[in-house]
Each structure stands twice: as C-alpha cells, then as structure tokens.
C-alpha cells in the first residue's frame, strides 16, 4: 500500500502512524471512482484501513492495520463521489467498514440525500450488527445501506463461480432497498484494473479484492 499515491488533496492526505482519526475524517486504504464489479451499476468504492478479523486467504491483508495510511475528510470525499455523474452509488469495504462506522453513515447520508445507493461490506454477521456489542455507529450506518453483504471470508468455503455475489457460502446478501432487487447482478469473480495517473494501479473485484501496485504494463 505505501506504494499507491492516490488523487487525493494533500491537504487531506496524512503520513502518521498514529492510530487516531481526527472527528469528521475518515483513514481509507484506497479509492476508485468508478466500478461495475463492487456492487449494482456503476459506483464509487471506498476501502477503509483497519480490521481485526485477520481471515485465512483475506485478499486485502494491508487493510488489517489501524495505523493512519490515507486521512481524508468527509466532505472531500463526497465531493469526490459526486463529481462522477456516472456513478449511482458508493460501496465501503475494506478493512471493516463498520469499525469507523459513524463517519461512514455521515457520508452515506450526504450521497443518499443526492438520490446515491449504499452497499457496505462487513465480516461481521447482521446478528452482530443488530447486538449490543455492535461497533459504535453500527446502527447508524445499518439505517443508511441499500445493501449488505455480511459475514467473514472463511476459506474454506469459498466460492469460484462467475453468478455469486458473495466470496464464501457462509455470507448473506442483504438487500434493504427493494428497488435494487432486480440489479443484483454483479460477480464476486469479476475483475478491474484502474491505472492512476502516477502510474500506480488497482485491480479490484475478485472476492472485494483491492490488488495494488506501480509500473502497470
């Protein structure tokens, strides 16, 4: 990941370790402003930094540690997302979105107030989420999404089909917005390559796979 520069202000980018994120931002791994293999249509994805699950063949085990990797504030972010009139909605994975999940839900409110979708992937179970051992902002972020997909990755149990939505049998689509039915029709083993403009790239799809790297040929 150190060697991913993303497009974002540098004002609102930070190089500390420290684990502290500041009221109103949010530390995230990578961005991409515009898939079709990380939920319905097109759509922004957000990776978040920091997770505690450390899954067995995890494809984003960068995304584990809760030092500081990308800062960036709320409301850049949403201008970001909605300076694409392409997109028709936002994805966060990660990482554990729900680990920062009240700056998540504050984003989410802005998009969904500019008529965007929300799709949240979590390694926690819905149960977990509904607890009351749930993350801080859980329920917050749970009244924003249009889609969850829930449960941890378990190796396991992985799937390798080009018709599932999921990466493993154990994890449930969620669909909270029945308007979003019928556009379930992404694959979890699709794939997309994005190259920046430094050079760097990201190819994501395959199982929520955030893939990073430079000198993209």
């Not at 694409?84 to 009240?102: D, H, K, Y």
């Amino acid at each position: 990941m150190n060697n991913l520069t993303t497009q974002l202000s540098t004002t609102e980018l930070s190089t500390t370790t420290s684990g502290e994120i500041p009221p109103g931002y949010l530390n995230i791994m990578g961005y991409i402003d515009e898939s079709e293999v990380n939920g319905p249509g097109c759509r922004a994805v957000v990776w978040v930094q920091g997770c505690r699950k450390g899954c067995s063949g995890c494809f984003n085990p960068d995304s584990w540690s809760f030092d500081i990797n990308q800062l960036i504030s709320i409301e850049e972010l949403a201008n970001k997302i909605l300076n694409n009139p392409q997109n028709t909605g936002v994805t966060f994975s990660g990482g554990e979105p729900f680990l920062q999940a009240s700056a998540l839900a504050e984003l989410a409110k802005i998009l969904k107030f500019r008529h965007l979708n929300v799709m949240s992937f979590s390694g926690f179970t819905l149960r977990e989420l509904e607890s009351k051992n749930a993350p801080v902002g859980a329920k917050e972020l749970l009244s924003q999404l249009d889609v969850l997909i829930d449960g941890p990755f378990i190796e396991a149990l992985a799937i390798h089909s080009p018709n599932s939505l999921v990466s493993s049998s154990n994890q449930r689509v969620r669909v909270f917005n029945k308007d979003l039915k019928n556009q379930l029709n992404w694959a979890s083993d699709h794939q997309e390559i994005h190259i920046l403009k430094d050079g760097s790239h990201i190819f994501t799809g395959y199982w929520g796979q955030l893939g990073l790297g430079r000198n993209y040929s």
